[in-house]
């Protein structure tokens, strides 16, 4: 349920700087507004695609502003919201309705056109990132100028399209087309292998006009629960109109009528300010949690692109950000649900070192709410301890009954689940909130692995050895390196949870005795194998097989021959180019800058550049894909700022090109405040924030001159390493700078910035 609550706050002038504590040891001189100005799509060619079309969202729902494809005289906002599903019971796989993409599919919905009657032909849009709305101007082929803004509004179900026309002529009025229920899984497959849909169409969406000037589309779902498009309009004179759009979704019941109808009246009642200010009072808190500036042309309004997906794709208490987020594509997409072997695992990374934890709360919340589903997934024999999700699912993570088994009949993706954990645990270690540790991340993750141990054999040469599995997407083999390096690194997180919580777990002996004798990785003359048996010989988009090395970090790549080896595997990977794919180049990007290899990260990413569609969507083939240019972001942190194994290592793998770099509040592992500067070439200072009292290695590549100072500093001493070790106080900051350096952010010369758009 939205809660109809609008605080008309202020809205904020040019903003200067971040508001720093009273006190604080570090500056920031960031003007915002003209910074992201800078770094806004910008659209001069008719955008007609969703990926190559301005797009707004607030977590929920979300919209696409272009021109119709096949008639271009009409204007088109196309809109969806990511938790409008299907509801058809899946405790019967042998029904004859399919999978879960027949059965708990997401909902294709439709979009609003106007017409024009002659070509939109000149168009001068721009993506305003700041205010997270599209503004600019589109004219006719005749020479009609008409003035748009539109904007999904930060925290409320609506989408709102003001237009305008200069000379003062009337405007079309909006229409409504809604789509076919049906699952586009079920209408892609009847396109390509000509075979009927498994489940047949639900119920078509019926019109409503509730007066002259608003409306409602109801579409009813199976086998309850409804998707409701409300909309109103309201005018000052006849050249001039604004369009109030509200999208919900109810289930069992149909509440999402009363609310949808209730959002558009509200909303055209309400002075336009009051909408506008809270919208951008919300980005405007959003955008400076943290901040990075590099002095690259590409990926720096890249990085900034991504941090505005993240703020309209996700919101906490919202639907886990799926394959396409607020944006659905009808015509392209085979996959209406969400996908756990890679792609959601991918698309929140960049929010923990980011430090947007409050965006990551869809997934933890998601994960928290459907636990149960979680449970039943797997067949009735395991649910007294076990839990699982295989390769994709519905919003809620059903599935057919007993999918993820994991034994040597069913050759499943058994660790989907235990990856998932993974994104909960770096959550947790961003926060250091035990309570989260207790309540969220241990009981799933004991589940998870425990799904493993029901499956653990011991061989003859004594070893505990996992029977075949599938490691996503290669194939299926016997101790699938994918599986042991989850299955280790689990056991391992269990062990540290449940002593930093005080349980007696009577599993940790099992656990214990897992990790002491769980086979070792296989490996060949190219490096890690996709598992015993099983070379990785075959072109594939997947690092699933180098997984000891990155994301869980269970190898020593500080010891030479560990690094050689993982080396010699990415290279090996990579060699057989026509498997990569967009997220194989951000892979490959982080495992080079676990090896702190920053011209090697940089090299590698340079291949997502021909993936990446105009307005910064992904898709693979045909098919809209979101994650991969997320984890771009991603890799970009891990050039910057690394945090794992109780290690917090500042600018550890900056490439050489990136002789300035700037950067404030980033997170690290632990709950720290990381903010740090580079100029030319140099580390200048490193600033630190605990926000946990925790313990502190800070690892840096810093002058020996370099002293260290603030309120922290008392708790700290320097190894003989040359790391700095200890336990700052909670609250307490820590400078570490050289002499002369003075602790100020501020964005670094980036000449010639890419334009993303159609410019």
């Known amino acids: 349920m939205v809660v109809l609550v609008f605080s008309l706050l202020p809205l904020a002038g040019t903003v200067l700087a971040d508001e720093e504590p009273s006190g604080s040891m570090v500056k920031t001189e960031i003007n915002w507004p003209e910074f992201l100005k800078s770094r806004d799509m910008v659209w001069k060619k008719a955008p007609d695609h969703w990926d190559n079309a301005p797009f ?38 042998n029904d004859g309705l399919g999978d879960w993409s027949y059965k708990r599919y997401r909902v294709p919905l439709g979009y609003f056109s106007l017409d024009f009657k002659e070509e939109l032909k000149d168009w001068d849009l721009r993506l305003d990132l700041w205010n997270a709305e599209i503004r600019g101007t589109v004219t006719t082929a005749g020479g009609r100028e008409l003035a748009l803004r539109a904007y999904t509004h930060a925290t409320q179900p609506l989408i709102v399209v003001d237009l305008e026309d200069a000379a003062g002529k009337a405007l079309p009025e909006l229409e409504w087309n809604g789509f076919i229920n049906e699952s586009p899984r079920g209408r892609e497959r009847k396109v390509k292998e000509r075979e009927a849909p498994r489940a047949a169409p639900g119920p078509k969406g019926s019109l409503v006009t509730v007066n002259q000037k608003t409306n ?18 309201t005018s000052s004179g006849k050249g001039r109109k604004t369009f109030f759009i509200s999208l919900d979704h109810s289930y069992p019941d149909d509440g999402a009528l009363k609310r949808s109808l209730g959002m558009v009246r509200k909303a055209a009642a309400l002075p336009a300010k009051a909408l506008t200010d809270t919208h951008r009072a919300w980005w405007h808190k959003f955008y400076p949690q943290s901040f990075l500036s590099i002095p690259d042309s590409y990926w720096d309004p890249f990085y900034w692109a991504q941090i505005y997906k993240i703020g309209a794709g996700m919101r906490s208490g919202g639907p886990v950000l799926d394959l396409q987020g607020p944006w659905l ?181 099992k656990w214990k005795s897992i990790l002491r004798d769980l086979t070792d990785y296989p490996v060949d003359g190219n490096g890690y194998m996709v598992g015993r048996g099983v070379p990785f010989k075959n072109p594939h988009r997947h690092y699933s097989h180098l997984f000891m090395v990155y ?209």
């Open 216 to 233: 409602v589309w109801k579409l009813p779902l199976r086998p309850k629960g409804v998707v409701s498009i409300a909309w109103t309009e």
């Open 56 to 93: 707004t969202g607030n977590g929920f729902m979300g919209m696409h502003i272009k021109r119709d494809a096949g008639e271009k005289g009409k204007l088109r906002v196309d809109v969806a919201r990511m938790d409008a599903q299907e509801h058809l019971p899946m405790d019967n796989p």
């Open 329 to 509: 594509a009808l015509d392209a997409d085979a996959w209406p649900g969400v996908w756990w072997n890679l792609n959601v695992q991918l698309t929140y990374w960049p929010c923990y070192t980011g430090n947007r934890l409050e965006a990551a709360e869809s997934l933890t919340g998601s994960l928290r709410r459907n636990r149960n589903n979680l449970i039943e997934n797997v067949a009735p024999k395991y649910r007294a301890d076990s839990a699982g999700i295989s390769r994709a699912a519905g919003q809620d993570g059903r599935q057919d009954v007993g999918r993820p088994d994991g034994g040597p009949d069913s050759k499943s993706e058994v660790g989907s689940l235990p990856w998932a954990c993974h994104n909960l645990f770096l959550h947790y270690r961003m926060t250091m909130d035990d309570r989260f540790l207790k309540e969220d991340v241990y009981p799933l993750l004991r589940r998870a692995i425990n799904y493993y141990i029901h499956f653990l054999e011991k061989g003859s040469d004594g070893k505990l050895h996992l029977p075949p599995t599938l490691s996503p997407e290669y194939g299926v083999a016997p101790d699938a390196n994918y599986d042991l390096a989850l299955l280790r690194w689990g056991c391992r997180t269990l062990l540290w949870s449940a002593e930093r919580l005080g349980i007696k777990d009577p599993l940790i002996p």
């Open 551 to 759: 994301p869980l970090h269970l190898v020593d790549t500080s010891r030479p021959e560990e690094a050689e080896l993982a080396d010699k595997s990415i290279r090996h990977w990579h060699s057989l180019k026509s498997g990569l794919r967009g997220y194989s180049f951000t892979g490959g990007a982080s495992l080079y800058a676990k090896l702190l290899r920053g011209d090697d990260a940089l090299e590698i990413m340079g291949g997502l550049k021909s993936w990446i569609r105009p307005n910064t969507l992904y898709r693979e083939g045909r098919w809209p894909v979101i994650e991969t240019p997320l984890s771009g972001a991603a890799s970009l942190h891990d050039m910057v700022l690394q945090s794992w194994n109780d290690v917090v290592n500042v600018l550890p793998a900056v490439p050489g090109a990136w002789k300035d770099v700037s950067f404030h509040n980033l997170r690290a592992e632990g709950a720290f405040l990381v903010s740090a500067e580079r100029r030319d070439g140099t580390t200048r200072w490193i600033h630190v924030k605990s926000l946990a009292g925790e313990s502190l290695r800070l690892r840096a590549d810093i002058a020996p001159e370099a002293r260290l100072s603030g309120t922290g500093a008392a708790a700290m001493r320097k190894d003989a390493a040359g790391d700095w070790t200890g336990t700052p106080p909670k609250d307490s900051e820590l400078l570490l700078a050289v002499p002369g350096a003075k602790p100020v952010v501020a964005p670094v010369r980036a000449p010639n910035l890419k334009k993303f758009g159609l410019p």
